[in-house]
């Protein structure tokens, strides 16, 4: 008689990210789902209308993730970026409310940004669930600036799903209460006898929709609720694929941005900045000429440039190329990126082993490596821009900011007024990235208008966006990892970078204002936190650290998407595939192997499975494999690259062909998913960054100004080298806290195209991208320094 083998204990991790698919959580896997059974305290505020709140002072919260590593936990384990953030956001919790309309609907004004991230959607649904309403019944705006709310108005870090997801849910929970209340008041019956659906509540005497009920309440009594909040295996809405909410206005161009918005006066304005970077406005050597061109109202000399104001932004762009003037050079002036990488050189430290690990003997087998990574645009699609309505008293802003807080008090010192004469619009954008964390068009659109005593709609040209805008540091990453007996032993990363700029601080001026201070120290201070909270190399081998040193402050520079994650894993990823081939190990057994947890073997088990990890491939085309953990969760990537000649050979205007991606299968266990489709499209948005970091994007400084003037030269992941096949997989680990997404694509993306550029091409890589060194476009002019509008539009489209 023959045993059955036992059957696998683990739950099947996977669900396809197939359309009606991915909403499929198995429910057996969230039965112990005890943070949505807790019980909270709600209240709601009395009046007229129905508004409600969740007070999460006094009520019962999630306790911080706990370090379950047996040895050698990193900060990241124990407690992460997104244990700080909710942290910070934990005591003004109670000062967002959802409210319901005399027409039935509930509205939300959402303190978080939305930059195509599809959080809006995302919330809505949140709300939707709780509130027992379709979501189309849900209106959410973007809230302007809530100095209230302190360090609660900060969108960056991945933290919305994870800092929102209860207390906007309680508020939503604690409306539906509150009109069953008064339901039953209204109905002559008992709350347990009614029940609600779709925005009606019914009982035994009859029905009343939400709108009836707040129209014949005269008020709603202040009162604090304890209420439980549905377990996921109740979710109606939670859970399910959902189109976005905006996505139709998006696609037909009714989506209004900031230089869409009509505010009386705004004119169109355009600033002629220097010919290096961060260089200073001398002296404006032809006023009378720029002012006397055609549509051109207002001439002003500023620090930063020279600004003009006309009736379009064409005649903007021809004042702008007029405009004669004496500058003082930038910073950087005279030098080169290669200037900078031999500064980055000498500022590396030794790779040593953390204080109180083990000497490692001399028999031991050293592997190292030693990667670059230039200079990367953080431009957004929707360039730089605000509008700015400064009056002797008071001043009205509006601009796609995700540190709204920051910017009000900032402008308000920098305009002599106070932070309560200012008011800051924050307004939906086209992109970000980290990118907006920072207002300098809403800054220096203030400025502008003081200056010129009008309204002004400031919007950058994208030559300005990407020369003068942020951008993602040069740094330097190198691993060391030492193998003795056929285990590894230890692993150390240095990492090396140009400043990362944190000094929009936490969303609010006195942190803002500490990253300021002389020396550059302190914004150091938020840099080693930010690095140290992120990075969770993810493997047991052995002693194990990773650190960071920053060292030049003259680039304008922010927290690009992932901030420090993929470069450092991109170096780690590429050691762990040495240390495989010195084990005599294959990369996906060598990873399960030292894999410190079940959430990263899951994903990692479940894209070798779906995208044919080890299959035969011709000689050119090679598979790379690598995973990342950050914000709660886990990914991996599988990604196959073509390096065969009819690929690296291909005529493509404007473009530097070369290696393609050709196949991505990546997987995700990102906890309790929100909105699957969502989910999915912010995976691929990531992946497409990771392909563009490894092989493609990057910026060329020379004599001290940045090459690239647009995305015609800024070689973003384009259509002719995005992968024919993606498949992203959403796997279910059964775990109930919703983690940080909109960033978890990128890191393991690029470490796996790496990983596979390496294998198909033979060569070992030293910096990234890897066409870095390959200039394949003439620059656009410095002197002006945007150039004349393309006419020639109609000829290239297909």
């Known amino acids: 008689m023959t045993a059955e083998p036992p059957s696998d204990p683990r739950p099947d991790r996977r669900t396809a990210a197939a359309p009606d698919a991915t909403h499929a959580r198995p429910r057996g896997l969230m039965h112990d789902h005890e943070v949505g059974r807790r019980r909270f305290l709600g209240y709601v505020l009395g009046g007229a209308t129905l508004v409600a709140g969740a007070d999460f002072l006094l009520s019962p919260v999630t306790a911080p993730a706990a370090a379950v590593v047996p040895s050698g936990p990193q900060p990241a384990e124990a407690y992460d970026l997104l244990d700080f953030l909710n942290d910070s956001t934990r005591p003004t919790a109670n000062l967002i409310q959802v409210e319901v309309g005399e027409d039935g609907r509930a509205s939300f004004a959402l303190h978080r940004m939305e930059v195509g991230q599809g959080i809006t959607t995302a919330v809505a649904m949140l709300i939707a669930e709780e509130l027992e309403i379709p979501v189309s019944q849900v209106d959410v705006t973007l809230a302007p600036a809530r100095p209230e709310l302190v360090f609660n108005q900060l969108t960056g870090g991945s933290q919305t799903m994870f800092t929102t997801f209860a207390p906007i849910r309680v508020a939503a929970a604690t409306a539906r209460l509150a009109l069953l209340d008064a339901a039953a008041i209204l109905l002559d019956d008992e709350v347990a006898n009614l029940e609600s659906k779709e925005g009606v509540v019914t009982g035994p005497s009859g029905s009343l929709t939400y709108g009836e009920i707040v129209t014949r309440t005269a008020s709603f009594p202040e009162v604090t609720r304890e209420i439980e909040l549905k377990g996921a295996e109740d979710f109606q809405v939670i859970g399910r694929p959902y189109d976005r909410i905006d996505a139709r206005d998006a696609v037909t161009g009714r989506k209004d941005f900031t230089t869409d918005l009509q505010v009386p006066g705004a004119l169109p304005t355009m600033v002629c900045r220097a010919p290096t970077l961060n260089g200073t406005l001398v002296r404006l050597l032809n006023r009378s000429e720029v002012l006397a061109m055609s549509g051109v109202k207002d001439v002003a000399e500023m620090e930063f440039g020279v600004a003009v104001r006309a009736r379009t932004f064409g005649q903007c762009i021809d004042a702008v190329r007029r405009v004669r003037a004496r500058w003082a050079d930038g910073p950087v002036a005279g030098q080169s990126d290669s200037d900078i990488a031999r500064e980055l050189r000498a500022a590396e430290v030794p790779l040593t082993l953390p204080d109180g690990a083990p000497s490692i003997p001399g028999t031991a087998t050293t592997l190292t490596r030693d990667i670059l990574f230039h200079f990367r645009s953080n431009s957004a ?416 489209t297909y």
């Not at 540190?403 to 200012?422: F, H, M, N, Y």
């Open 381 to 796: 699609m929707d360039t730089n821009s605000a509008i700015a309505d400064v009056r002797a008293d008071s001043a009205r802003i509006w601009s796609g900011m995700k540190s709204p807080i920051t910017a009000q008090e900032k402008i308000a010192l920098a305009l002599g007024l106070s932070p309560t004469q200012v008011e800051c619009n924050v307004v939906t954008a086209g992109g970000s990235f980290g990118r907006r964390l920072f207002y300098d068009g809403a800054m220096e659109a203030a400025l502008i208008s003081k200056k010129m005593g009008k309204p002004v709609k400031l919007m950058w040209h994208r030559a300005d966006d990407a020369r003068a805008g942020r951008g993602h540091p040069m740094c330097t990453s190198r691993a060391q990892a030492n193998v003795l007996a056929g285990e590894v032993v230890s692993f150390v990363q240095e990492h090396t970078s140009v400043e990362t700029d944190y000094r929009h601080g936490l969303g609010e001026v006195i942190t803002a204002l500490y990253t300021e201070s002389p020396g550059g120290t302190p914004n150091q201070t938020f840099s080693q936190t930010v690095f140290q909270l992120t990075q969770d190399l993810g493997y047991n081998v052995g002693a194990v650290a990773q650190n960071l040193t920053e060292v030049d402050m003259r680039f304008n520079t922010g927290s690009m998407r992932n901030i420090y994650s993929p470069d450092v894993r991109c170096t780690a990823e590429l050691l762990m595939n040495d240390l495989a081939e010195e084990l005599g190990k294959d990369a996906l057994e060598l990873r399960l192997e030292l894999a410190k947890d079940e959430r990263v073997r899951g994903v990692l088990e479940a894209v070798a499975e779906a995208g044919q990890w080890g299959r035969s491939l011709p000689s050119g085309v090679a598979q790379g494999i690598a995973i990342h953990k950050e914000y709660k969760g886990a990914s991996a990537a599988l990604v196959e690259v073509d390096a065969r000649p009819r690929q690296v050979n291909r005529d493509i205007r404007e473009a530097v062909t070369g290696p393609r991606v050709t196949r991505v299968t990546f997987a995700i266990d990102v906890g309790q998913v929100v909105n699957p489709r969502g989910l999915e499209a912010q995976m691929q948005g990531g992946i497409n960054d990771g392909i563009a970091l490894a092989l493609t994007s990057s910026m060329h400084l020379r004599d001290g100004h940045f090459l690239e003037a647009s995305w015609d030269n800024y070689f973003y992941t384009r259509q002719w080298n995005t992968p024919p096949k993606v498949e992203v997989i959403l796997v279910d680990s059964g775990t109930d806290v919703t983690g940080g997404a909109g960033e978890a694509g990128v890191a393991s993306t690029f470490a796996a195209v790496a990983g596979a550029w390496e294998k198909a091409t033979g060569r070992r890589a030293t910096y990234f991208p890897v066409n870095h060194k390959e200039l394949s476009f003439t620059p656009k002019t410095y002197v002006p320094p945007i150039p004349p509008s393309p006419r020639n539009g109609l000829k290239l």
